[in-house]
């Protein structure tokens, strides 16, 4: 008997370029990236809140691979931590990216090549308010992987912070993915539902988002 294909991931194009296939990660590789999430966060530059230029610090916590981002540029070493040199990008994570593109797209992928993840930690406070990436010096697609606890994920358009946009419920394991059209769209996180996340999972509490980006930079640049 032929072994039953494996079901299509259901894809929901959000807006043009932009693409949520809830549950894209099985419950072995969430527990394997939560696992080495905690590892990243230990440094060699630890995880913080990013402070801003205006005084304030993010309510999110975050630790970055590759290249560190500050606001807002990209650099080798952890700038605005302790100086540290910034944890390399590892290949497996960079070839999960490559697979995000292929299957939120639908096409072949094998020109994307992040080399920068940025990792988010929420606790059942924190917010991202509404934003563009836009310190990188491509516009290649951001590739978000969403862990632990749910969230309301606001999508916006290219012009301003406030409507029209779409509020999208991210679940552990779901990846969402936006480039082309989308690629400079206002986003952010409102609200996270606490102890929402499935059991099984290795953390209890948060929630962790992984964006994997295209930087530009030239690999030696400082
Ligand atoms: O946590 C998320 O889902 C979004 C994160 C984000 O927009 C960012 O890190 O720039
Ligand atoms: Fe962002």
Same mark, same amino acid.
């Given at each position: 008997?032929?072994? &039953?294909?494996? =079901? &299509?991931? @259901?894809?929901?194009?959000?807006? &043009?370029?932009? /693409?949520?296939?809830?549950?894209?990660?099985?419950?072995?590789?969430?527990?394997?990236? /939560?696992?080495?999430?905690?590892? %990243?966060?230990? +440094?060699?530059?630890?995880?913080?809140?990013?402070? =801003?230029?205006? *005084?304030?610090?993010?309510?999110?916590?975050?630790?970055?691979?590759? %290249?560190? %981002?500050?606001? !807002?540029?990209?650099?080798?070493?952890? /700038?605005?931590?302790?100086? @540290?040199?910034? @944890?390399?990008?590892?290949? %497996?994570?960079?070839?999960?990216?490559?697979?995000?593109?292929a299957d939120a797209y639908s096409r072949p992928a094998d020109d994307y090549e992040p080399d920068t993840a940025l990792i988010n930690f929420y606790d059942a406070d924190a917010r991202m308010g509404m934003h563009q990436d836009k310190d990188e010096h491509v516009a290649e697609p951001i590739v978000s992987l969403s862990l632990g606890d749910a969230c309301v994920f606001r999508f916006g358009n290219r012009e301003t912070r406030g409507? &029209?946009?779409?509020?999208?419920?991210?679940?552990? *394991?779901?990846?969402?993915?936006?480039?082309?059209?989308?690629?400079?769209? !206002?986003?952010? /996180?409102?609200?996270?539902?606490?102890?929402?996340?499935?059991?099984? #999972?290795?953390?209890?509490? +948060?929630? #962790?988002? #992984?964006? =994997?980006?295209?930087?530009? =930079?030239?690999?030696?640049?400082?």
């Open positions: 008997m032929n072994e &039953p294909l494996p =079901l &299509p991931r @259901a894809r929901h194009e959000v807006a &043009p370029g932009a /693409v949520h296939v809830p549950a894209w990660l099985d419950g072995h590789i969430q527990r394997r990236l /939560v696992d080495t999430c905690r590892d %990243w966060a230990r +440094g060699p530059a630890p995880m913080r809140h990013t402070a =801003l230029p205006g *005084g304030g610090v993010m309510s999110v916590q975050t630790v970055c691979l590759g %290249w560190h %981002w500050s606001p !807002y540029r990209y650099t080798r070493r952890a /700038v605005d931590v302790d100086d @540290a040199p910034v @944890a390399p990008l590892p290949r %497996w994570l960079a070839d999960l990216g490559r697979r995000a593109v409507r &029209p946009y779409t509020d999208i419920r991210l679940e552990s *394991g779901d990846l969402f993915v936006f480039g082309g059209p989308s690629r400079f769209a !206002y986003h952010g /996180v409102p609200s996270v539902f606490p102890d929402s996340c499935p059991p099984g #999972l290795g953390m209890t509490r +948060g929630r #962790l988002n #992984l964006t =994997l980006r295209m930087t530009g =930079l030239p690999p030696d640049a400082l």
